[in-house]
């Protein structure tokens, strides 16, 4: 795998970037294809900068709220007292990888931020007890987790399908129920044989020769986030109780049982109100709520700053009707029974340079699913064809992998080896799902 980390350490640019250099791909592609002028290009591009500002909203409080979550006292609780079970290097290696890949299914953003703070805390808590761990490998357990995101409850992609007044659902004509998508039969036991496959894979490639051990040398555990609580006022008391969140905690509680009670469907803003009750619920005061806010604002900049960039990419997609042609040359080389795997594919590949699931099923799912509506495979296996792929690549592609990393210490050519192998089993599993639902 050295000459693949290399490769990657060298040539893979930042995701913005990659945002930008995509434009300029597309906007080529457009004068190419279509009889689109340059001034109509840039035109379409412009206007569509502003189509998915919902869209973003949602997308940056999935890893805003799902960040908050995971920082909060009673999880760094569970977190340090879930570091006490494994009692030997493998088992902490498959351990990690499971909690995160639960962590994961509840929410991308809970998932990433679990991995990376359980290998910490296990790795620490392996070393009080004399025992040495491949702390790469277990930092690399914890990134593996994420890639059964896409199949779980924050699954952007089909979340966005089943919302109403999504582009989605304005291209349909009609949204796509989660029970076709995420809680179908099929994507219920793809996620499960998923994660077997990978925890037998990581199983086999775990470091078992003492001297190829790398361990963790420093203290890497993290502190609970500092709480500037000082009580000086009658203002500052209001900060400091425990009641304005919790009212409001309570109230979310409420409002989401009387929406999934009258009938509601799971959609972006459930998830994310969801995830905002659980914080109310769950942080002390105010004050420790804005503390964690403060933290985990660092992590969102980016995707708000790209995501425009793929909205205007969208933009001149449909504009121009570069949209058209790629689909009718994407029908022209798919069956029914082919279709999605060639969308599965084609989604791992476009991963690389939208490395975003929101971002992805942007400017990706309208074109597969006119491609899908031509050949008459049903529109939900093209939506969950583009989450596999972009889940599965995500195994390679050092986006996702940065907080991770940071929090571990480490750079994506240290754990890189280790997901390839997870990209190659995970990957079986989800080209052998879409094929056999295709049939």
Known sequence: MRPLNTLVEKLIPSALVFAIVLTFIVAGLALIFTDAGPLEVVEEWGIGLAGLLEFITQMALILFLGY????????????????????????????????????????????????????????????????????????????????????????????????????????????????????????????????????????????????????????????????????????????????????IGL????????????????????????????????????????????????????ILLQFPLYAGILGMMAGTGLMTVISEAFVAISTTETFALFAFLSAGLVNFFVPSGGGQIAVQAPILLDAAEALGTDPAIAVMAVAYGDQWTNMIQPFWALPLLAIAGLKMRDILSYTTIVLIASGLVFAGTLLIVSM
């Open 251 to 302: 109230m979310l509680v409420t409002y989401l049982v009387i929406h999934f009670a009258g009938g509601g469907s799971l959609t972006l803003d459930i998830v994310n109100w969801s995830f905002l009750a659980l914080i109310m619920l769950l942080v002390r005061s105010p004050f420790e709520l804005i503390a964690l806010t403060k933290q985990a604002a660092s992590n969102v900049g980016e």
């Open 68 to 247: 908050i979550l995971a920082n909060t006292r009673p999880v760094r609780r569970l977190l340090r007292f879930l570091a006490k079970v494994p009692k030997t290097a493998m088992q902490a290696y498959l351990f990690v990888f499971f909690v995160a890949a639960c962590a994961s299914l509840i929410t991308w953003g809970l998932g990433l931020v679990v991995g990376g703070l359980l290998a910490r805390e296990v790795a620490h808590v392996l070393r009080e007890r004399g025992i040495v761990v491949h702390f790469p490998m277990l930092v690399a357990a914890g990134f593996s987790g994420f890639v059964v995101w896409h199949m779980g409850y924050s699954a952007s992609g089909p979340l966005t399908a089943a919302t109403p007044d999504s582009f989605i659902d304005a291209q349909l004509g009609e949204t796509i129920p989660i029970s076709e998508t995420i809680f179908s039969t099929w994507n219920i036991i793809a996620a499960v044989v998923t994660v077997v496959v990978v925890l037998g894979a990581l199983y086999l490639i775990a470091p078992r020769n003492e001297d190829a051990l790398i361990p963790l040398t420093v203290d890497a555990r993290e502190s609970d986030v500092e709480v500037d609580d000082e009580v000086v006022t009658p203002a500052d008391r209001v900060d400091a109780s425990r009641i304005p969140t919790l009212l």
